[in-house]
């Protein structure tokens, strides 16, 4: 019902930059909120942070609080994650997804996801 495109993610040196974006399709709710997850490699997919429908309410993790930020475009269906000072950690594929739950915390909450978007940060 609903299709969610990501595109943003790259090769950046630590303490560089990145804006993510997710341009979101089709079937639409009066009320949701968009999720942003990550994985990297052996690790389990974790919550980075979470935005309203009408972007007045956002949630992040404790690891990314004060460097991401997340927003929204409704004109545009988007919602971004801006990342400042980026550290090697922050290193893994980057997902979208949708929540009827605002904030939400862990994966199965979430019933569409975006492709994902790799982040790569390099010393």
């Known amino acids: 019902q609903v299709q969610l495109v990501e595109s943003g993610g790259g090769l950046v040196q630590a303490g560089g930059s990145l804006r993510l974006s997710c341009a979101a399709s089709g079937r639409t709710f009066s009320r949701y909120s968009m999720g942003w997850f990550r994985q990297a490699p052996g690790k389990e997919r974790e919550f980075v942070g979470a935005i309203s429908r009408n972007g007045v309410r956002t949630s992040y993790a404790e690891s990314v609080k004060g460097r991401f930020t997340a927003s929204t475009d409704n004109a545009k269906n988007t919602v971004y994650l801006q990342m400042n000072s980026l550290k090697l950690e922050d290193t893994a594929v980057y997902y979208c997804?949708?929540?009827?739950?605002?904030?939400?915390?862990?994966?199965?909450?979430?019933?569409?996801w975006g492709q994902g978007t790799q982040v790569t940060v390099s010393s």
């Open positions: 997804a949708v929540s009827p739950s605002f904030g939400a915390m862990v994966p199965g909450a979430y019933d569409y």
